[in-house]
RNA sequence: GGCAGGUUGCCCGAGUGGCCAAAGGGAGCGGACUGUAAAUCCGCCGGCUCAGCCUACGUUGGUUCGAACCCAACACCUGCCA
């Protein structure tokens, strides 16, 4: 087993921990179970779930028993933590769904297999649901002091900022309960999670101790922040980068972080990826040399890209990138097949092959723009392109000459973004390529 | 339950009868410059069949030639009191 707080340290993925040397006491006694919760907000994870989750994956590596836990009951509860307001009960259908869809995530992430490190899935939903009023009163809520909780940072912020529902209030009750519950049944006396997870976690540590008499421990990693002091994971168009391929495609996935941000490169390769502490050295040196190359930030893409979608995918897509950005000019001189492939990855529509639309009925219809109005606005500041051709009369039809190879047009706003139009009977060629 | 205050475009926030599609800021988008980066400068930033029209300032109804702005009821939020 490798230490794996030390690699955790030099990663920069400890923002907070429990006495550190109990902790790494604890871990060098042998085989560790280490449990983190993703509550069932959105019917996919995003990036921002993707650190504290990677994290489990470590574990798992160092030699440790990860436990993710799908909030199937603290979902219909709400966590005020890193919250400025209250936030809207979601139904009980949604959150079944939304338990569902990211159970199913969180599998692609760890090893299930039956050897003695596989991970599990656990969902609160168990052994909170079948609790009564009166036992959870009695059982949990005696032991704790309304003090304290009046204290924690989640809480305060809140009381300042124009108060809390009692529902919110409970929050970290149930998720104490859950650190409790897999202490039990797992002999589990790890948690991890976000920074704002950390007053529910010591929470659950304080309840241990009163109800079991045993330490527990407690670890939070740093939220990640670009240097922009952006957050972290929010796409261009302000929403969030899903980890579900339909809310997200990979090729979006994939020119997220091809845009990193120089000075973000090197502490994403650090928290994201599993790249060994002189690759990344490496990587980072080849970057302050020739950063015009971008290396950092193509590893960076590849790796995550990989992680997510796999293999196959990260292919695609950066050959899709390389053939639609290498070069300004001329789309015509690369070969159907390499033109095929690379549109498919890019969000598109499909016109019949009598149709002739507009060009602004194109450049709305493949989502590029929003509404016929921005395509004005962006055709008057030159911001449209056909082709690579710049766009000087949005009502214009598309002459039948721009169809690359009879059937692809290639669109673009600005500089990067990208949508593919293809027309005709386009399915039985896509289909024997694939 | 009572009293007071609030609800404005993606977010914050000004506006208190016509000059309001609504100041200002942020976010976002485009252009120039670059490296599909950052910074900077310039422009845009509700929709449309775009010199015009339509929809919008919590909801519904009213006053008025005319309402984001006045009145009423309702909903929600906040504070104080019970």
């Known amino acids: 087993m490798t230490d794996i707080?030390?690699?955790?340290?030099?990663?920069?993925?400890?923002?907070?921990?429990?006495?550190?040397?109990?902790?790494?006491?604890?871990?060098?006694?042998?085989?560790?179970?280490?449990?983190?919760?993703?509550?069932?907000?959105?019917?996919?994870?995003h990036v921002g779930n993707l650190v504290p989750l990677l994290i489990l994956r470590r574990f798992q590596l160092a030699g440790h028993r990860p436990i993710a836990l799908a909030g199937g009951a603290t979902g219909m509860i709400g966590d005020p933590s890193g919250r400025a307001s209250e936030r809207v009960l979601q139904t009980l259908d949604v959150i079944g769904q939304n338990v569902q869809a990211i159970s199913g995530q969180l599998e692609r992430f760890l090893d299930f297999d039956d050897?003695?490190?596989?991970?599990?899935?656990?969902?609160?939903?168990?052994?909170?649901?079948?609790?009564?009023?009166?036992?959870?009163?009695?059982?949990?809520?005696?032991?704790?002091?309304?003090n304290t909780m009046l204290a924690k940072d989640s809480v305060r912020s809140r009381l300042d900022a124009g108060g809390l529902s009692y529902t919110e209030f409970s929050y970290m009750l149930l998720q104490s309960?859950?650190?409790?519950?897999?202490?039990?049944?797992?002999g589990c006396s790890i948690q991890v999670g976000g920074s704002d997870q950390?007053?529910?976690?010591?929470?659950?540590?304080?309840?241990?101790?009163?109800?079991?008499?045993?330490?527990?421990?407690?670890?939070?990693v740093p939220l990640v922040t670009s240097a922009t002091g952006e957050k972290f994971g929010k796409s261009t168009g302000g929403g969030s980068l899903w980890l579900d391929p339909e809310l997200t495609s990979p090729y979006a996935f994939y020119q997220y972080w091809i845009n990193t941000d120089d000075r973000d490169v090197e502490q994403y390769l650090k928290k994201l990826t599993f790249l060994g502490r002189e690759e990344i050295e490496a990587v980072v040196a080849q970057g302050v040399e020739r950063p015009q190359d971008r290396i950092g930030q193509r590893r960076l893409a590849q790796e995550l890209t990989t992680l997510v979608h796999g293999q196959a995918?990260?292919?695609?897509?950066?050959?899709?990138?390389?053939?639609?950005?290498?070069?300004?000019?001329?789309?015509?001189?690369?070969?159907?097949?390499?033109?095929?492939?690379?549109?498919?990855?890019?969000?598109?529509?499909?016109?019949?092959?009598g149709a002739a639309p507009?060009?602004?009925?194109?450049?709305?219809?493949?989502?590029?723009?929003?509404?016929?109005?921005?395509?004005?606005?962006?055709?008057?500041?030159?911001?449209?392109?056909?082709?690579?051709?710049?766009?000087?009369?949005?009502?214009?039809?598309?002459?039948?000459?721009?169809?690359?190879?009879?059937?692809?047009?290639?669109?673009?706003?600005?500089?990067?973004?990208?949508?593919?139009?293809?027309?005709?009977?386009?399915?039985?060629?896509?289909?024997?390529?694939?």
Not at 7 to 36: F, H, K, N, P
Not at 177 to 186: A, G, H, K, N, V
Not at 201 to 220: F, S, V
Not at 313 to 333: I, Y
């Open 313 to 353: 995918e990260t292919d695609a897509v950066e050959a899709a990138s390389q053939a639609l950005f290498s070069r300004d000019g001329d789309l015509s001189v690369i070969e159907e097949r390499a033109l095929a492939g690379a549109l498919a990855e890019l969000p598109g529509m499909h016109v019949d092959l």
């Open 198 to 220: 950390w007053g529910n976690i010591t929470a659950g540590i304080d309840l241990i101790r009163r109800t079991e008499g045993r330490p527990a421990h407690g670890l939070t």
């Open 115 to 146: 050897g003695p490190n596989g991970a599990k899935l656990a969902d609160n939903l168990d052994w909170l649901a079948p609790m009564s009023a009166i036992d959870f009163l009695r059982d949990v809520g005696k032991h704790f002091p309304v």
């Open 358 to 434: 507009s060009l602004v009925d194109l450049l709305t219809g493949t989502g590029l723009y929003a509404s016929k109005g921005e395509v004005r606005r962006a055709v008057a500041q030159g911001g449209a392109y056909v082709n690579n051709e710049r766009v000087t009369d949005a009502d214009a039809a598309v002459p039948e000459q721009a169809w690359l190879h009879g059937r692809f047009l290639v669109l673009r706003k600005g500089r990067r973004s990208l949508a593919a139009v293809t027309r005709g009977g386009s399915r039985d060629n896509e289909q024997s390529n694939g």
């Open 177 to 186: 309960y859950d650190f409790l519950e897999l202490l039990r049944r797992e």
């Open 5 to 45: 707080l030390d690699e955790l340290a030099w990663r920069g993925l400890i923002a907070q921990s429990t006495d550190l040397d109990a902790l790494r006491e604890t871990l060098a006694q042998g085989q560790a179970a280490v449990y983190c919760g993703f509550d069932p907000t959105a019917r996919s994870l």
